[in-house]
Nanobody
Framework: QVQLVESGGGLVQAGSSLRLSCAAS????????MGWFRQAPGKEREFVAA????????AYADSVKRRFTVSRDIAKNTVYLQMNSLKPEDTAVYYC????????????WGQGTQVIVSS
């Protein structure tokens, strides 16, 4: 049973930093893509960032480039999202997701962690 558990959310002021963690368990993720998504109130869920588990290649949404950094710790089976220079528009529930190799859709999802950025 694959399980993704996010942590690290909270309430911060604009300009602050947060680091989200996603602990993965239940299988070997060596060939997976690991992603971060977010959903703000009244909006659709959107892509934030993703990293390949094997090569550490990363991709970002334009809205978070140069502010957010995604990384993974293979030994800890954990993916991180370092968020700097947070803005009120970053307020959302952040979800971790895993995509198996050769699959277009994100198959596994965490329960989400709330991030609130006050102005």
């Amino acid at each position: 049973q694959v399980q993704l558990v996010e942590s690290g959310g909270g309430l911060v002021q604009a300009g602050s930093s947060l680091r989200l963690s996603c602990a993965a368990s239940g299988r070997t993720f060596s060939s997976y893509d690991m992603g971060w998504f977010r959903q703000a109130p009244g909006k659709e869920r959107e892509f934030v960032a993703a990293v390949t588990w094997s090569s550490n290649y990363a991709a970002y949404a334009d809205s978070v480039k140069r502010r957010f950094t995604v990384s993974r710790d293979i030994a800890k089976n954990t993916v991180y999202l370092q968020m700097n220079s947070l803005k009120p528009e970053d307020t959302a529930v952040y979800y971790c997701a895993a995509r198996p190799p050769g699959v277009d859709s994100w198959k596994y999802w965490g329960q989400g962690t709330q991030v609130i950025v006050s102005s």
